[in-house]
């Protein structure tokens, strides 16, 4: 109550005692809902929570995984999009006889680099190898046919490869920068099985609940504000 009350007073103070009610209510409910909390520094196997002010089509409600991060930017996946495909819509023909294509969904992974598809997975090297590990028993890309082979052995996918096309890249600086105007939560070592899970908007929320009980309230901030 006490920094809503100061934010009251520097809206009065800003506008000369005319207060704009609408501007100093916004800044008042944003820090009851701890947006303004400072943020860990990302690196690889970080998670990024898009904040729930966020209303960007693409990053709305979205979480990702962070692959790298340097100084010369920053790489990541968004993990809880799913694109309405799977992989039986994009294989060549020559695999469709494959079974259960039709069950192993794609997710978008951001609005970069349509023509790729990654994959994270729980594999590890000895399974596929070149993958990269981004967390623990989590690891992202690797040898394609390693894959195809496994897929087409009939193994499990589900909590286990997650196909993914596309992904978010931010410029030298650029995640930084959104970071500070309070875009993104950062979560070093995220839980990777809730990755893993075939899940869209309700990985958000159950991301949300792993920052903590303050940060629970998120999951009450309407999705359309401006529909209430």
Not at 129 to 139: D, I, N, R
Not at 169 to 192: F, N, T, Y
């Amino acid at each position: 109550m006490r920094c809503a009350l100061v934010l009251w007073q520097q809206g009065l103070h800003r506008s000369g005692g005319y207060c704009n009610f609408d501007g100093v209510m916004e800044n008042i409910s944003a820090d009851i809902f701890h947006l303004f909390d400072n943020q860990p520094d990302p690196s690889r196997g970080s998670l990024l929570l898009a904040k729930p002010t966020v209303d960007d089509a693409c990053f709305k409600r979205s979480v990702i995984l962070v692959i790298d991060h340097d100084s010369d930017g920053s790489m990541g996946v968004i993990v809880n999009r799913p694109s309405g495909y799977t992989i039986a819509d994009v294989i060549a023909d020559a695999d469709k006889d494959i079974e259960g294509l039709d069950d192993i969904p794609i997710y978008m992974g951001g609005p970069v680099g349509l023509n790729q598809m990654f994959f994270l997975h729980t594999l590890g090297p000895d399974i596929i190898p070149g993958c990269l590990q981004v967390g623990k028993e989590l690891y992202f890309g690797g040898d394609y046919e390693a894959v195809k082979r496994y897929v087409a052995c009939g193994e499990p996918t589900e909590g286990v490869i997650k196909f993914i096309v596309g992904y978010s890249g931010w410029e030298k600086g650029q995640l930084a920068s959104e970071i500070a105007r309070h875009d993104w939560a950062v979560k070093k070592s995220p839980d990777h099985d809730m990755l893993m899970a075939e899940m869209d908007y309700d990985m958000w929320n159950e991301a949300v609940n792993s920052f903590g009980d303050k940060y629970r309230i998120w999951n009450n901030w309407p999705s359309n504000p401006s529909d209430n």
